[in-house]
C-alpha cells in the first residue's frame, strides 16, 4: 500500500519563490495540493513561475514582497490572507550572500546579509506566526488551527566556511530563531523546523561547479557531488504537513554529509 501526504486545503506562503530552491518548494507543495502564495521582489518571474504551476493544475498566486521593508512584508501577508486565506505553511526562504575574507567585510555587506538572512526572516516569520497565534487561541476545541514554519538556514550554520563567514554567522542565527519560535509557540500547534541545505546545484550557480574552483569544492565534498533541487521535495512536504506534529525545533542538515 503506497504512503501519500496530501496538503489540499493547506495554503503555503513561500518567501525568495522566484528562482532556485524557492521555485522549488512551490512547486512541490503545489503538487501535493496545497494553494501556494509565491512572493518575492522579482514580480515577473513570479507570474512564470505561477502560469508553470497552473499548467500542471496546481493553484498559485503571485505578491511582491520585499523581505528587508518590514511594511511590505505586512501588506503581503495580509494581501495573501485576505485574497487567497489563511497562511498555514510558511516557507521562511529568502537569502543572500556575499564573499570576503573577515578582514575585508564592510559594514554594507554585513548589514545587506543581515537585514535579509536574519531580519527579514524573523519578521517574516513573527507576521505570519502572530496570524496563527490569533487563529490558535480563539478556535474551538478540536478545531484544525496549527500552523507549520520552514526556516531555510544553511549547512552553513552549522559549520563555518571560509571566505563566507557573515553568510554563516546569518544561518546560525537562524537556526537560534527556529529554536526560540518552537519553545515558545509549540504549546498553540506551530511548529518551526529548520532545514540546512548543502550545495545544491541550481541556476544561480549552476556554471561555477564546472570551473576548476568548483570542481575542488565537489572534491572535498564527501560523496563528491552537488545535490540537485529535488533533493529536498520529500522534507519539505513531511514538515508542511499534519504528519510533522511530533517534529518541533528540529534543525535537520540536508547536505549529504558536509558538515559532519
Given at each position: 500500500?503506497?504512503?501519500?501526504?496530501?496538503?489540499?486545503?493547506?495554503?503555503?506562503?513561500?518567501?525568495?519563490?522566484?528562482?532556485?530552491?524557492?521555485?522549488?518548494?512551490?512547486?512541490?507543495?503545489?503538487?501535493?495540493?496545497?494553494?501556494?502564495?509565491?512572493?518575492?521582489?522579482?514580480?515577473?518571474?513570479?507570474?512564470?513561475?505561477?502560469?508553470?504551476?497552473?499548467?500542471?493544475?496546481?493553484?498559485?498566486?503571485?505578491?511582491?514582497?520585499?523581505?528587508?521593508?518590514?511594511?511590505s512584508i505586512k501588506a503581503a501577508v495580509a494581501?495573501?490572507?485576505?485574497?487567497?486565506?489563511?497562511?498555514?505553511?510558511?516557507?521562511?526562504?529568502?537569502?543572500?550572500?556575499?564573499?570576503?575574507?573577515?578582514?575585508?567585510?564592510?559594514?554594507?555587506?554585513?548589514?545587506?546579509?543581515?537585514?535579509?538572512?536574519?531580519?527579514?526572516?524573523?519578521?517574516?516569520?513573527?507576521?505570519?506566526?502572530?496570524?496563527?497565534?490569533?487563529?490558535?487561541?480563539?478556535?474551538?476545541?478540536?478545531?484544525?488551527?496549527?500552523?507549520?514554519?520552514?526556516?531555510?538556514?544553511?549547512?552553513?550554520?552549522?559549520?563555518?566556511?571560509?571566505?563566507?563567514?557573515?553568510?554563516?554567522?546569518?544561518?546560525?542565527?537562524?537556526?537560534?530563531?527556529?529554536?526560540?519560535?518552537?519553545?515558545?509557540?509549540?504549546?498553540?500547534?506551530?511548529?518551526?523546523?529548520?532545514?540546512?541545505?548543502?550545495?545544491?546545484?541550481?541556476?544561480?550557480?549552476?556554471?561555477?561547479?564546472?570551473?576548476?574552483?568548483?570542481?575542488?569544492?565537489?572534491?572535498?565534498?564527501?560523496?563528491?557531488?552537488?545535490?540537485?533541487?529535488?533533493?529536498?521535495?520529500?522534507?519539505?512536504?513531511?514538515?508542511?504537513?499534519?504528519?510533522?506534529?511530533?517534529?518541533?525545533?528540529?534543525?535537520?542538515?540536508?547536505?549529504?554529509?558536509?558538515?559532519?
Amino acid at each position: 500500500m503506497a504512503y501519500t501526504i496530501d496538503l489540499s486545503g493547506r495554503i503555503a506562503f513561500i518567501t525568495g519563490a522566484s528562482s532556485g530552491l524557492g521555485a522549488q518548494f512551490a512547486k512541490t507543495l503545489a503538487r501535493a495540493g496545497a494553494a501556494v502564495v509565491l512572493a518575492s521582489r522579482r514580480v515577473d518571474r513570479l507570474k512564470e513561475l505561477r502560469a508553470e504551476i497552473e499548467g500542471e493544475g496546481g493553484d498559485a498566486h503571485a505578491f511582491e514582497m520585499d523581505v528587508t521593508d518590514h511594511d511590505s512584508i505586512k501588506a503581503a501577508v495580509a494581501r495573501a490572507e485576505t485574497e487567497v486565506g489563511s497562511i498555514d505553511i510558511l516557507v521562511n526562504n529568502s537569502g543572500v550572500s556575499t564573499t570576503q575574507r573577515i578582514q575585508d567585510v564592510e559594514e554594507e555587506n554585513y548589514d545587506y546579509v543581515f537585514d535579509t538572512n536574519v531580519k527579514g526572516a524573523f519578521f517574516v516569520a513573527q507576521e505570519v506566526g502572530k496570524r496563527m497565534l490569533a487563529r490558535a487561541k480563539g478556535a474551538a476545541p478540536g478545531t484544525y488551527t496549527g500552523g507549520r514554519i520552514i526556516n531555510i538556514a544553511s549547512m552553513a550554520g552549522l559549520k563555518v566556511l571560509p571566505q563566507i563567514g557573515v553568510y554563516c554567522m546569518s544561518k546560525a542565527a537562524v537556526i537560534q530563531m527556529t529554536k526560540a519560535m518552537a519553545l515558545e509557540w509549540g504549546r498553540f500547534g506551530i511548529n518551526v523546523n529548520a532545514i540546512c541545505p548543502g550545495y545544491i546545484d541550481t541556476e544561480i550557480n549552476h556554471h561555477h561547479w564546472e570551473t576548476d574552483a568548483g570542481q575542488k569544492l565537489v572534491n572535498m565534498m564527501p560523496r563528491k557531488r552537488v545535490g540537485q533541487p529535488e533533493d529536498l521535495d520529500a522534507l519539505i512536504v513531511l514538515l508542511a504537513s499534519a504528519q510533522s506534529h511530533f517534529i518541533n525545533g528540529a534543525v535537520i542538515a540536508a547536505d549529504d554529509g558536509f558538515a559532519l
